[in-house]
């Protein structure tokens, strides 16, 4: 559910004195439509999903938890919904014009005013991201992306010791 995905389409849209702002049509959401927003791994951005897809996620790891799984298969479902604790940032409706509320407690944490009401969303295949500007959402995905490239060396060195 973390997980990078392909950015299919980007804008910037204006945050109102009501911490609101509207959707853009790429997104595909569309009145009344009620989504999740999560911080992004570095707490620089949010993650807005369909509140059905994270219902859906959520069943899946109740049920994984259900069956009779292997203690290290419960860890990482435990894992998971720790991580979907720790990240929740709140939910929204989008009303008639297309606008959602922000979270209150997201628009503190990224430093998100109406004086800087200009933010930056991308779209992806199941969610759609927001960042209070382009620069902070480039940073944020570069390191990702170096992250994840360290820990494939990681495990590369550790496959490459386990041949020996």
């Known amino acids: 559910m973390f997980g990078d995905t392909l950015i299919l389409e980007e804008s910037n849209a204006k945050l109102d004195n009501k911490r609101r702002i509207v959707i853009p049509k790429f997104t595909g959401v569309s009145e009344n439509d009620k989504l999740a927003f999560f911080y992004t791994a570095d707490f620089k951005g949010l993650k807005v999903y369909h509140l059905s897809t994270v219902k859906e996620s959520l069943l899946t790891l109740a049920n994984m938890i259900q069956d009779d799984i292997p203690f290290q298969k419960y860890i990482l479902v435990k894992k998971d919904i720790e991580n979907i604790e720790l990240y929740s940032a709140g939910y929204a409706k989008v009303d008639q014009q297309g606008r959602i509320v922000l979270p209150e407690c997201a628009c503190q ?3 998100l005013t109406k004086d800087k009401s200009s933010i930056f969303i991308a779209g992806t295949l199941d969610s759609i991201e927001i960042y209070p500007n382009q620069e902070t959402y480039i940073a944020s995905k570069t390191q990702r992306i170096n992250n994840s490239s360290k ?11 386990l041949k020996k």
């Open 109 to 111: 944490r990224l430093n």
């Open 151 to 161: 820990q494939l060396n990681t495990f590369l060195k550790f496959y490459k010791g």
